[in-house]
């Protein structure tokens, strides 16, 4: 793909998805969104969002969340996936904010990929949502449409961030994540694509093979 039909599609999602809405994972503060995420691994985000009601209404800070011990945040989450391994998590990570940071969310991702359960991805999330740093991550649903539309085609997560670091313009590089997850959800499934309905098709790579394959069929 040519870097001018990455400007479009970038022009149509952000007419499409705006520039306001960043995800649909609910909090109130980095500490929050910090676990929000941490708990939307291998998760739905209307699933997260409906533990972290009931998890934050009892402990919205790393000193309440230390007070209901492992077991108890164990209880609340349960119904949730890795919900053991997630538990575990939560609570050394709030054992470390309090004992090392004073309770603060630290704002670069050496120190943030230093708190279990948090890795690459969460911690572009976690920077780019509350400390506005352009940085991108690559879940599921970016590295399927970057793949799929031919945007930025990596052997992984890794080289496809890079190549989006690289395509996307700077102006940009805050809101693409985002953009693309939506997409990814509403749009560009990964079964049941809605190819004939979605805003970028005349410059995705996929649908282009797809129309040049019908073409040839009927003749």
């Known amino acids: 793909m040519n870097q001018q039909k990455r400007i ?36 739905r985000d209307t699933v997260v969002n409906r533990i972290t009601k ?3 209404s009892i402990a919205n800070n790393p000193v309440k969340m230390l ?5 108890g945040i164990k209880n609340i989450i349960r119904k949730i996936g890795l919900f053991r ?5 939560i609570y050394k990570i709030c054992k470390i904010l309090l004992e090392k940071y004073n309770s ?13 359960g948090v890795g690459r991805k969460t911690s572009n999330v976690v920077l780019n949502i509350i400390f506005k740093k352009k940085k991108i991550a690559v879940d599921t649903h970016v590295y399927r449409v970057c793949q799929r539309t031919a945007f930025a085609c990596g052997k992984n997560v890794i080289e496809v961030e890079r190549l989006l ?3 996307v313009p700077e102006k940009f590089k805050i809101y693409v994540h985002h953009w693309f997850i939506f997409h990814g959800k509403n749009t560009c499934k990964a079964r049941n ?10 410059f995705c790579e996929y649908y282009q093979y797809l129309a040049k394959e019908k073409f040839l069929k009927i003749f």
């Open 8 to 43: 479009k599609i970038l022009f149509l999602l952000k007419k499409k998805y705006g520039l306001k809405k960043k995800t649909d994972l609910i909090f109130s503060s980095p500490f929050e969104c910090l676990i929000s995420v941490v708990l939307s691994a291998q998760a």
């Open 54 to 56: 009931n998890l934050f």
């Open 67 to 71: 007070s209901l011990g492992e077991k």
């Open 85 to 89: 391994k997630k538990s575990k998590n």
């Open 104 to 116: 603060i969310v630290p704002n670069n991702r050496r120190e943030l990929e230093l708190l279990p």
């Open 165 to 167: 670091l690289k395509y």
């Open 193 to 202: 694509m809605k190819c004939n309905n979605c805003i970028i098709n005349k």
